[in-house]
């Protein structure tokens, strides 16, 4: 039986940053960030490829909470997303996560690697990404 990937995204206004599972589930990396600058049917065009070419059976997407819990227009926003996404992909899982918590700690992570500005910005959302799905994973393996 052929396993089914994991598809993390960090949904931003105008970049979408991807992770994904290998095939095993274990490990999880950056796969990308689409530009889009606030279109959607770039990143659903997008998405439908890369679902296409690695077998997907979950989307988990972060949600952007804020510290004290009160919903953002951010959440609105991503909420739009996230409808688009299931009507879209109706035979894929979609999930979310709280991501109040990734986006500071891409940031350590950069801050750590010693990344440069310019490059910043470009693997903040992969990076995010990749810490969305890793806490859905680990979130699912306590569970298990």
Known sequence: MSSMRKLGIDYGDSRVGLAITDILNITVQGLETIHHKGND???LKRLEDIVA???IDTIVVGLPINMD???TIRVEVTNKFIHKLKCKFNKINIETIDERLTTVA???TM???NVNKNEKKGIVDTISAVYILETYM???RNQN
Do not use: C, P, R, T
């Open 41 to 43: 049917k770039i990143v």
């Open 53 to 55: 070419e690695y077998e």
């Open 69 to 71: 819990g009160s919903k």
């Open 106 to 108: 891409a940031h350590k």
């Open 111 to 113: 801050n750590f690697l």
């Open 138 to 140: 680990n979130k699912i």
